[in-house]
């Protein structure tokens, strides 16, 4: 098994009950930004790709809420908070 596929084992064991509202959020206008490109490569999760005109976009489901990329990007391109209480991941280790 590649790294990556086991990583994705991995992941595939975790639960993630999603809050009413995102816990992150691209900032409005930024999604061309430059340093949020840095999300694509950075999120272990791949919850960020680009589309057709060139702007991020983010999946927030499946979010391990790591903070890598609140790290990468920075908090002028994204609102980045924690999920409400009882929402967000719930790691199982296999
Ligand atoms: S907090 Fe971690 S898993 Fe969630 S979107 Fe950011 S980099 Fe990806």
New binding site residues.
Partial sequence: MSNSAGLKAKLGLDVFKPGLEPH?VIRPGMEKDPRLKK?IL????G??SENEKGEVV?TIDG????????IACGTDVLDWNYPDGGTGVQFRFG
């Fill in positions: 992150i999300a950075v999120c272990p999760a919850l960020y983010l979010c391990l809420e790591c903070g890598t990329c609140r």
